[in-house]
């Protein structure tokens, strides 16, 4: 597996919190993703980056939001969880963007009650 | 944007037998189409992808082959063992948003 990270593995938080998930590799890859999984719809993309400092949305992005200050890490914060936010999330990372191999995290499972 | 259909969502068959799961997109302008494995509570991996400029790939067991025409392409897998259940996804990369759209994911099982 590439060496990819993602922190913590399992939460459990309630409705109106934050919460953060953060993605660390250690492959100085460029280009960092951010999923989420649900059953019956795969995989949707929700914010990516394509160097520090510098996202933009993906399909799924209202109520998510994502820093990067380091090549290493992408962050995903969660303003004000909702139930609706209950989901598998996953992290990608690829060393070019466009017709290359996307490697995945572990995964984070996240319950909002 | 791209969409992509993938059916069946559940498949069944027997060890030995072969799977085959397909994918529609609707961007034409798309010109890349990987497919990823996942296991039961385990990250997707790669296991094998195909570019629009050739029709076919196989790697051992598995092939996928693509019609540009029909904007359509297919996971074929022969031989199927137990350690190949699991849900594989497609996937489909416009050339202007190299964004790949997946599709819903094909949960195969293979019965030993």
């Known amino acids: 597996d590439a060496g990819i990270t993602q922190s913590p593995r399992h939460k459990v938080t309630e409705t109106g919190t934050p919460v953060t998930l953060r993605c660390h590799q250690t492959?100085?890859?460029?280009?960092m993703y951010w999923y989420r999984q649900d059953p019956g719809h795969g995989l949707r993309l929700i914010h990516y980056?394509?160097?520090?400092?510098?996202?933009d949305k993906g399909e799924v992005s209202d109520g998510y939001s994502v820093s990067r200050s380091k090549t290493e890490d992408f962050l995903l914060t969660l303003e004000s969880a909702t139930s609706s936010q209950t989901s598998v999330y996953f992290c990608?990372?690829?060393?070019?963007?466009?017709?290359?191999?996307?490697?995945f995290g572990p995964g984070t499972r996240l319950l909002v009650l | 944007g791209e969409n992509v259909e993938q059916h069946p969502s559940t498949l069944s068959v027997q060890e030995g037998d072969s799977a085959v799961i397909k994918c529609t997109y609707s961007?034409?302008?798309?010109?890349?189409f990987p497919w990823y494995k996942q296991e039961l509570g385990k990250r997707p991996q790669l296991i094998i992808d195909i570019r629009s400029n050739v029709g076919e790939k196989k790697d051992q067991r598995i092939a996928v082959t693509l019609n540009k025409t029909a904007k359509h392409f297919s996971l074929h897998i022969t031989e199927t063992q137990p350690e190949d259940s699991a849900v594989y996804f497609c996937?489909?990369?416009?050339?202007?948003?190299?964004?790949?759209?997946f599709g819903r994911g094909t949960s195969l099982i293979v019965h030993p």
């Open positions: 990608a990372i690829s060393e070019v963007m466009g017709q290359e191999t996307q490697y």
């Open positions: 961007d034409s302008a798309s010109n890349y």
């Open positions: 980056s394509y160097g520090v400092k510098d996202t």
């Open positions: 996937a489909a990369e416009s050339g202007g948003s190299y964004i790949p759209t």
């Open positions: 492959e100085n890859h460029r280009y």
